[in-house]
């Protein structure tokens, strides 16, 4: 890979079945949340403008396929696992180091299969979500056309009403 300011990279995260878990992270999808591009489209779909497939910088990308030097994350404060010990902790680690100037760059050809919950489970908590809203509710996605819709994350053409 080329050198980049920051060098937080991000891989594919596809579950078992080969359909796309995580292919970089959108800001604004489910009205001001974090999600993922692409999320349950087939295997070897490459998406809008082939996006699935091409290196490119997101918002955000997965904790399960992230690499980022280990300096930078210790001198970033890690992960708040204060307010974020389950969810959208990798979201807003990605949030703070682009707002030092850093990119987060998803990689399309790291891979790793990922079963979401498997290991931790599946019980995501409200605080976190009304944490992440707070601490992010003005935020834009400066990667993500404002002419494209944040009602799914197939980034389908904005018809007006989402």
């Not at 970089?24 to 082939?50: C, E, R, T, V």
């Not at 994350?73 to 100037?101: K, Q, T, W």
């Not at 599946?122 to 494209?148: C, M, N, Q, T």
Request: proline residues 7%.
């Amino acid at each position: 890979m080329p050198e980049f300011r920051g060098r937080c990279r991000g891989g594919s995260a596809p579950f078992p079945d080969g359909r796309v878990q995580h292919a970089g992270i959108l800001h604004g999808l489910y009205h001001g949340m974090a999600g993922p591009a692409f999320k349950l489209a087939p295997q070897g779909d490459h998406g809008y403008l082939s996006y699935a497939m091409v290196a490119r910088n997101y918002s955000a990308v997965t904790a399960a396929c992230m690499l980022t030097p280990r300096m930078l994350f210790h001198s970033m404060g890690g992960f708040d696992e204060e307010n974020f010990p389950i969810a959208y902790n990798d979201v807003d680690y990605c949030y703070r180091l682009i707002d030092r100037g850093y990119r987060c760059v998803y990689v399309p050809g790291a891979e790793l299969t990922h079963c979401e919950g498997f290991s931790r489970g599946f019980g995501d908590r409200p605080v976190e979500e009304a944490a992440f809203r707070r601490k992010y509710a003005k935020r834009i996605d400066p990667w993500y056309s404002p002419h494209l819709s944040l009602a799914n994350e197939r980034f389908d053409i904005w018809r007006g009403g989402s």
